[in-house]
């Protein structure tokens, strides 16, 4: 099925009651993103706002919020597009089975992008920024965002659409410095394909002309953030997943249309010109703060006619973009591994923000004829990861042998940690990298896009039987007297929340003494929290505490810990300090009042009666 529009989408999925319709007025204003979060927590449908308080426009979300629901809306084209996708990642089989996959490049060569002519349907009518509606997710939020945008650029050095970039980042409406309908601000972070465009202008000295576009057939937004093989370009994977050609045009001013978009906002960004831009509730459940970023003067706001506002709320995980994420792989499959030698898989752990915890799966073949097998291959592999693309971003990385157990699954967060605490060598398999770059969302480090990374590589046979409880003779002193087995061979101990940052040292130092001499083997990691009892609930909260709120060179310490030649180790526990600390960003938290709107929408005889 080809949707000619967003309004396809919506009439299909609702004919197939993977929709639901607000008919009453919404405020943009918290409610829409406290129901959409309610409605996604539930695993219920797309949702349909058609009366958004302030607009005249009608909103849409949750489109992309269960995977079953992605793979309905494009089930006449996924297997298709995975083997494209599969033969831009191995072209050799193309020439090996030309036959069999004759009719997958012709699918590829019939979604070139298509010019059309400028009475396409977003050139209905003109608007302003303050008329879209206003979407405000959080209550710190610095103003209305675009959650769901397609922004579009081109190379200086290469003009033209098949150069160009479609990516998804982050738009703010208004709120803070912005002149309203004049100004917006335009958030990128590391690694990204504008960011190669916009150093192209600013050497040139020229604008660079952006393009963002909201809505259009759903193959637009999931093309704008799909990680694709080099030579694939957003525009051509958007026409053979939604089997209907890019179609665009360039306006008057020379920016590059959207044909089939709902929104298209137009506007240039100068050379070194920024202005301060969040706060922003963001995915690893925590706000980016307010950094200077690109500004963007606005041109035009053109809309077609009857156009839909698509939009998505994102928080601590699982949120709709960690659907986007299980698609993402129903696409791709094995791609990263097959571009890595020896590597067989690798998770960005989404209950642990994504960037934050990768694992990884790697073969360890160098030394075959030696009996004991340790680490070398996969240190190798290790260091090929964390220069990746996004995969450079993460902080901690656990790369296992495959050797060591060929059913190992990185998906299987406890499983996987469990193999790796029962083999690890603390005294030489932690490898450090520092002052480094990280996620720019992430603000564990030392500042903005600015931290550490730890590459624990593991290999060889088990080494110690975990703890599964904790042992009667066990005792910690004061004050961490709250503490909780998490998992096998991971405690979790409560750091009172009256202890400063700056008694830290003194009180691990204490702890250390306390724990110098007696048998630890089976407890390889200890986490200092905030909430033992909420640390140890669920191995998600354990990944999101842990990983998010710790910077490897600063937050490990060890038992019996030493450098060596440069190397650091230890040879008790391994200590992860992952208490909130001052330079943190707030946590994410709901507002009490909103929730209690919603949840009269569910009682009986309410819009979401049945679906929360």
Request: glycine letters at 8%.
């Amino acid at each position: 099925m080809a949707y000619k529009s967003l309004q396809d989408c919506i009439t299909d999925l609702e004919k197939n009651k993977h929709l639901i319709r607000i008919k009453e007025e919404v405020d943009p204003y918290l409610q829409m993103a406290a129901i959409h979060l309610r409605v996604f927590e539930n695993e219920g449908p797309a949702i349909l706002f058609e009366n958004v308080k302030g607009s005249k426009f009608p909103a849409v979300s949750n489109l992309f919020g269960t995977l079953n629901r992605s793979k309905f809306i494009f089930r006449d084209t996924l297997d298709k597009i995975k083997t494209l996708v599969d033969i831009k990642n191995d072209p050799i089989k193309a020439v090996k089975h030309p036959f069999k996959y004759a009719n997958t490049a012709l699918t590829a060569l019939s979604a070139l992008p298509m010019k059309v002519g400028k009475s396409a349907p977003i050139s209905f009518g003109r608007t302003t920024i303050a008329e879209l509606p206003q979407i405000v997710n959080w209550p710190k939020d610095g103003g209305p965002f675009v959650t769901m945008p397609q922004v579009y650029t081109e190379d200086a050095d290469m003009p033209g659409i098949m150069n160009a970039n479609l990516g998804m980042y982050r738009i703010q409406l208004g709120g803070n410095d912005y002149i309203q309908d004049k100004e917006i601000g335009l958030h990128y972070q590391l690694h990204r394909g504008i960011g190669v465009h916009q150093t192209k202008a600013n050497a040139k000295g020229q604008p660079l002309k952006v393009s963002i576009f909201v809505g259009g057939p759903p193959a637009h937004p999931v093309a704008a953030v799909m990680p694709l093989p080099e030579g694939l370009s957003e525009m051509t994977f958007a026409g053979a997943l939604g089997n209907r050609r890019f179609r665009y045009f360039y306006d008057a001013e020379g920016f590059a249309i959207s044909a089939d978009a709902d929104f298209v906002i137009t506007g240039t960004v100068m050379p070194m010109e920024n202005k301060p831009e969040g706060p922003f509730g963001d995915h690893l459940g925590y706000y980016s703060l307010t950094h200077p970023f690109p500004l963007m003067k606005v041109h035009n706001v053109y809309h077609r006619k009857d156009a839909i506002w698509s939009f998505t709320v994102v928080g601590r995980p699982p949120q709709e973009d960690t659907s986007f994420g299980a698609l993402i792989h129903e696409i791709t499959g094995n791609a990263i591994p097959k571009e890595i030698p020896g590597l067989h898989a690798v998770n960005a752990v989404d209950a642990a923000g994504v960037h934050p915890l990768l694992f990884a799966i790697g073969s360890e073949r160098y030394t075959p004829y030696v009996k004991e097998r340790h680490p070398q291959e996969i240190i190798t592999i290790a260091n090929h990861i964390l220069g990746k693309g996004q995969l450079s971003l993460a902080k901690y990385l656990f790369i296992a042998a495959k050797e060591d157990d060929p059913k190992l699954d990185v998906n299987d967060i406890g499983g996987f940690l469990k193999h790796i605490l029962q083999r690890i060598d603390l005294t030489r398999d932690l490898h450090f990298q520092t002052k480094t770059s990280i996620d720019t969302l992430d603000y564990s480090g030392e500042g903005l896009n600015s931290g550490s990374k730890v590459a624990v590589t593991v290999a060889g046979d088990i080494k110690r039987e975990l703890w599964g409880e904790v042992p009667a003779s066990f005792s910690l002193p004061r004050p961490f007297v709250n503490y909780k087995m998490v998992m096998p061979g991971v405690l979790a101990v409560e750091v009172p929340k009256n202890i400063r940052t700056s008694d830290m040292p003194m009180m691990l130092e204490f702890l250390q003494e306390h724990l110098a001499e007696k048998e630890l083997s089976g407890l390889p990691l200890m986490v200092l929290c905030d909430d033992a009892a909420f640390t140890a609930a669920n191995i998600n909260n354990f990944v999101w505490v842990t990983f998010t709120r710790s910077n490897p060179s600063h937050d490990i310490y060890g038992i019996n810990s030493f450098t060596e030649n440069k190397h650091w180790g230890c040879h008790g526990p391994l200590i992860i300090d992952a208490r909130i600390k001052p330079h943190h960003a707030p946590e994410l938290i709901k507002d009490p009042e909103v929730e209690k709107l919603v949840d009269k929408m569910g009682e009986k005889g309410g819009a979401l009666h049945g679906i929360i």
